[in-house]
């Protein structure tokens, strides 16, 4: 149906800041950088500088996290053998994941579940005893593959384990 922002007014407005109307039980979603185009995601983030808007959480120039050819069937091997600080893994928690079992944490993604394992494992809280560090293994999928999940859902499934890796 085509791409508007909420003007200040409340009325909708698209990147060219031309009035914009909903078509009735239109379904509405957020951009991404993984689904939408760069031109429009460009537009938009142009006006929003000249307005002075600021996107409460990263949006516009979120990263994409591109599927590798190692990400086949239900298994990444992307992130085998790579080390991250034990304390990190936590980080997970506030991004949708559970830890399962010593070992594995897993996120539900509708119907399927990623499973990301690692060793040798965390237990308790951030504060209690941790090994150093985790070595991580395979990102498993059940219920989905890899190639049948949304770009955006498999993007944003990858990012979380990307910031593992941050050092900010």
Known sequence: VGY?????????????????ELPPNAFVRLMHPARDPADELQRFGELFGDYGIIQ?????????VAAEATETGKESKRYQHRKVPSKRMFSLEKRGW????????????????????????I?????????????LGLLKLDGITFEELDVVVRSELLYDVERLFATE
Do not use: C, N
Request: glycine share 8%; hydrophobic share 30%; proline share 6%.
């Open 4 to 20: 508007f922002r909420v003007s200040e007014d409340g009325t909708l407005a698209t990147s060219a800041d031309d009035a914009f």
């Open 98 to 121: 559970t830890r399962t079992i010593m070992g594995q944490s897993s996120k539900v993604l509708g119907d399927a579940t990623a499973t990301l394992h690692y060793s040798p494992g």
């Open 56 to 64: 409460p959480f990263e949006q516009l120039s979120r990263p994409v």
């Open 123 to 135: 237990d308790g809280s951030p504060d209690a005893w941790q090994a150093d560090e985790q070595d």
